[in-house]
């Protein structure tokens, strides 16, 4: 499965953040090492111990943080491709548009091809929309996502995204395929722009 770059960022923004807070985490614990002997042999208290441990973990904090904020920005340049991706623009008008004029009536069926030729261009799933509307034409469906749609399926990456920061179970979900897979929308494929 080929993912848009959005999504590929998305995933190796967690990816690395993961690995960068895993080597955090290692290097706090070795840190950790000696006074946890100390504390063992009662040479320091307990909320010396606590101290110097929040000091030693305090790094992978900032780590997943700054995690977050790419995901969020990351998040916001989806959202400006895909409305660039909805505005009308002459580019999008394609000659198949013709075929919507009336002259020559369009099944359902014919419209579903059409729609599945052009899904990539909201301009024409649009137009293909509205001309099986204004002609009652019932047999048409289109799964061609438009922007709404394409925001909200980013949506539910980004709160995994969120989440495989902050738990170690949800990670698997973003950066497995196999778990990738079941939480992918459709609506996701293809750039935006």
Do not use: C
């Amino acid at each position: 499965m080929a993912f848009n770059r959005y999504v590929v960022n998305l995933r190796k923004i967690v990816s690395e953040a993961r690995n960068e807070m895993a080597k955090a985490q290692d290097k706090a614990e070795f840190e950790l090492s000696g006074p946890r002997k100390r504390l063992k042999d009662g040479l320091i208290t307990q909320k010396g111990f606590e101290e110097l441990k929040e000091a030693a973990y305090e790094g992978t904090s900032g780590i997943g943080q700054a995690a977050i904020e790419k995901i969020d920005a990351e998040k916001e340049r989806y959202f400006a491709a895909v409305d660039d991706w909805e505005t009308p623009s002459a580019e999008k008008i394609v000659p198949d548009m013709q075929l919507l004029s009336g002259v020559f009536p369009l099944t359902g069926d014919e419209l579903i091809g059409l729609a599945t030729k052009h899904r990539d261009n909201p301009l024409m799933v649009r137009a293909i929309k509205k001309h099986a509307n204004d002609n009652n034409i019932g047999d048409f469906y289109t799964d061609a996502a438009d922007g709404s749609a394409k925001k909200e399926a980013f949506t539910t990456v980004v709160k995994y995204a969120h989440n495989a920061i902050a738990y170690d179970d949800y990670a698997p979900v973003i950066l497995d395929d196999e778990h990738f897979a079941k939480i992918y929308n459709p609506a996701l494929d293809g750039e935006p722009n």
